[in-house]
């Protein structure tokens, strides 16, 4: 096993560490999950309310800028809707020709910001945005690196900012006779997303 996929399965393991901080974040802020809805306690959502910002105070201090980016940002909404669209037919019609497991949307765009009481009706909406957004980068990562996997699964040569979760499997930039040996293999290599 070479030391890059040890590193990266070091990450594997910090991200699994994360999950367990995070299941301890949810005890300290006492809230709980059910069948995907956060609850929190009375206590909690009073002080919640307490802390809540008045719409024209979260304008005001959010600058005259707003006005001019707002449309922008809110134009690029869009194609994301248009992206969202192709990536889930894209998987619906290519995943199974291919054996590849597909990828659970749900998994990756959390809608659920908009329980916090102390976020006003225009945070909330922007909170929504950027999850919707920032979890459909993350569905639509996650179905291109399955994709790659099955297709050309090779470690660049040059290092990249952020690698996604299937580039331990890939082969090392160079290793032809691995490539040739193991590519029949890593193309049925997702048993730990099954």
């Not at 009706?121 to 909170?127: D, P, R, V």
Request: with cysteine; charged share 30%.
């Amino acid at each position: 096993m070479s030391q890059l996929t040890l590193l990266l399965e070091k990450m594997g393991e910090l991200e699994e560490e994360l999950t367990r901080e995070l299941a301890r974040k949810q005890e300290k802020w006492r809230f709980t999950i059910e069948r995907k809805k956060v609850r929190f306690s009375e206590e909690v959502r009073a002080r919640h309310r307490e802390l809540l910002s008045k719409f024209s105070d979260y304008v005001y201090d959010s600058g005259f800028f707003i006005v001019l980016t707002v449309p922008v940002i809110w134009a690029a909404l869009v194609p994301v809707l248009f992206l969202d669209a192709v990536v889930c037919v894209y998987q619906l019609v290519c995943f199974p020709v291919y054996g590849i497991p597909r990828v659970k949307r749900s998994d990756y765009v959390v809608m659920d910001r908009h329980s916090l009481q102390y976020l006003n009706w225009l945070e909330k909406l922007n909170c929504a945005y950027c999850g919707y957004f920032n979890g459909l980068m993350s569905f639509v990562r996650e179905v291109a690196a399955r994709t790659e996997q099955y297709w050309c699964p090779v470690r660049h040569a040059r290092p990249v900012k952020s690698v996604h979760s299937r580039y331990k499997t890939f082969f090392d930039y160079g290793d032809a006779q691995g490539y040739r040996d193991g590519l029949a293999r890593v193309r049925r290599e997702y048993d730990d997303v099954r």
